[in-house]
């Protein structure tokens, strides 16, 4: 058996010195060799050859492997695991392999390296700081994928895209990460990291996109983060840093996406935070904020998704927050807010969703709060139930459920007298089960409202009737 190997073995070397002095004879001297770095076309053939990744080839063709791509110089530039063919199927060219098996040292002119959802495993290798030309790096998808992120990381000074999402890998991000000056998409999230987020993240200029979240980093967001003044989207959710949420942050003009819920992050929102005029959504929900929510916040004439829910806010709703026309979430529930709605909330006509519930308001609900967006279109009841369940097919339960909807709208009314009582809530409940005539899909949530309940059995009329 070995003696087998060793002669295949030396047939393989022998092919490698032929690819070598093939190579170094075939490439016209009008290659653009200067735009590589000194390479050896035999190491790089070698490197892939021994990986086990191909199996067994030709040395001479290493550039037609698949996922593998040279420049005009024969030296390798990308490598990846995955064609997508026309009809979205994904073929694999490379799956289950380890990183560890890959020579690196010896590509060191490749540019784009993507490995994601490959199922490969191993560490980050060091060697990985020797691709220098490196501008795409994406190891995301790749749940077994463990190890650190090693600080040769840093060495990557070209890299635009930073994916390794969705892995294993842990311990702490590495201050070297600074390094990466021309970063553009920094994504890091689900990748079981820990530690804190190095104030060095500040110098990355060029990012415009940083997802951090769902890992374990604790600590502070380092107020450096308003460096970052290309930023759009900033996603350091469900982790667990703490400390108060820079003012910094008020600098990151162009930011459209802010979520930092789902932390233990405390203090008070920054006043600042009025100054993103682009923001769309800011959600910092279930985290221990305190204070009063800035009036500022009524600056942010883009907001469509408000979520502050789940903090320990006091104070007055702003009446700023009703200059917020395109707001259509809005959810202050779970917190310690007190003192009277603000009247003008009624005018927010785009609102969709309103959450008040465990505050310390007083006095009433503002009118127009109960004529929001469902009841201004013709929306059906069937817009409104979890579209992940078919809607019911038998009439009873489709009875049950626009009796459940109606005495929902009955709770509603802005006229408490028109309330339905609890007698006659439990009344209606108990009695026996109705079938919907019409289909579930034809029941609009305006007919619900105005209790036209033509389309149902008459005993469900008569509770209608009976409660005004
Ligand atoms: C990896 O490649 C480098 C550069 O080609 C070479 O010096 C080194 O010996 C190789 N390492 C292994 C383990 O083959
Ligand atoms: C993915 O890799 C892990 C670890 O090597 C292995 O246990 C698992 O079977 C692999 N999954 C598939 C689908 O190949
Ligand atoms: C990082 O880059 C420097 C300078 O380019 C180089 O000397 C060093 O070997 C690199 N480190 C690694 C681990 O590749
Ligand atoms: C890389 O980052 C480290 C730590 O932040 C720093 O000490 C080092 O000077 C940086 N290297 C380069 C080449 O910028
Ligand atoms: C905010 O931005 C200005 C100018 O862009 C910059 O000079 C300042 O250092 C930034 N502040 C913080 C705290 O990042
Ligand atoms: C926010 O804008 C105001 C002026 O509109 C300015 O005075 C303040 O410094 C800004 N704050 C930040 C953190 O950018
Ligand atoms: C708001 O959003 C619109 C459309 O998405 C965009 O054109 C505009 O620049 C954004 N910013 C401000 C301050 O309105």
Redesign the pocket.
Known sequence: MSNIFTAVYSVMLLALSMAASISIFSVPSSAKLSSSSSF?SS?EA??LL?SGWWGNFSPTYHCNLGGIACNNAGSVIRMEARYKNDYHYYYHYLYNENLADM?W??LPNLEYLDLSDSNITGGIPVEIGTLSKLTHLDLSYNYHLEGVLPTTLGNLTQLVHLDLSKTDIGGPIPSTIGNLSALAHLSLNSANLGGSIPPEIGNLKNLVEMDLSFNNLRGSIPSSIGHLSNLANLYLHSSQLNGPIPSSIGNLSNLANLYLDSNQLNGPIPSSIGNLSNLANLYLHSNQLNGPIPSSIGHLSNLTNLYLHSNQLTGHIPTSICKLKNLKYLDLSENLLSGQLPRQLGRLCNLEYLGLRRNEFIGTIPNGLIYVKPLHENMMITDVLDSRLLPPTNPTVAGDIVLVATMAFACLDPKPKSRPSMLCLSQEFLSRRKALVAPLRTVSLWNLWNRKMDFVHQSNEHVISAQV
Do not use: D, L
């Open positions: 050896s190491a070698k490197a021994n020579n040292s010896s």
